[in-house]
């Protein structure tokens, strides 16, 4: 399977169960399939933060327009939920297989902040994105909604820190 970013070859990471397809050593972003969503339910928050911070080629970005293609799929264009150019955030969905590619580099980078300053930084990233972004999508329609629900599953199973917590 190819990034739709970058063009990589996915690499499988299987956490906690959950297999996940990474951009590993380019663009840095997440692959999950559907198939996998239903088993997040069942997983402590924070158990697959170590994927936000896999390999990543340094100054790699690719903002993507309208027109890439899912990886799984590869004929369908994947549709962007949101992008938020000061957290360095991009959720897209396929609307035909509905996995998910999400270019999280913005919260990777805040795992390079002195610890200190982490874990405000951290709260600030996951207020904006689930409490503003996800937010506006539960408002929209019955399908939205449930596809905010399993993005916020998917934010909550990557949080940094939140294994810590629990």
């Given amino acids: ?3 739709p970013a970058c063009k990589n070859e996915l690499q499988e ?3 906690a169960g959950i297999k996940i397809q990474a951009c590993r ?3 840095g972003g997440l692959w999950f399939d559907r198939f996998q969503f239903n088993k997040l339910k069942a997983l402590k928050p924070g158990i697959g933060n170590s994927l936000v911070t896999i390999e990543r080629a340094d100054g790699v970005k ?3 327009g309208a027109e890439h293609a899912c990886p799984a799929c590869k004929t369908t264009l994947l549709y962007r939920h949101f992008f938020d150019r000061k957290w360095d955030t991009e959720i897209n969905q396929c609307s035909k297989c509905s996995g998910f590619w999400l270019d999280l580099a913005g919260l990777a980078k805040i795992q390079t902040l002195p610890e200190n300053q982490q874990k405000e930084a951290v709260e600030n990233y996951f207020t904006n ?3 503003k972004k996800l937010a506006g999508m539960r408002l929209l329609h019955g399908d939205m909604a449930e596809q905010a629900q ?3 599953q998917i934010l909550q199973f990557l949080h940094p820190g939140k294994e810590l917590e629990e």
């Fill in 1 to 3: 399977m190819k990034c």
């Fill in 13 to 15: 990471n299987v956490v």
């Fill in 25 to 27: 050593g380019e663009c």
């Fill in 62 to 64: 690719v903002y993507r």
């Fill in 129 to 131: 994105i689930i409490n």
């Fill in 150 to 152: 399993v993005l916020d």
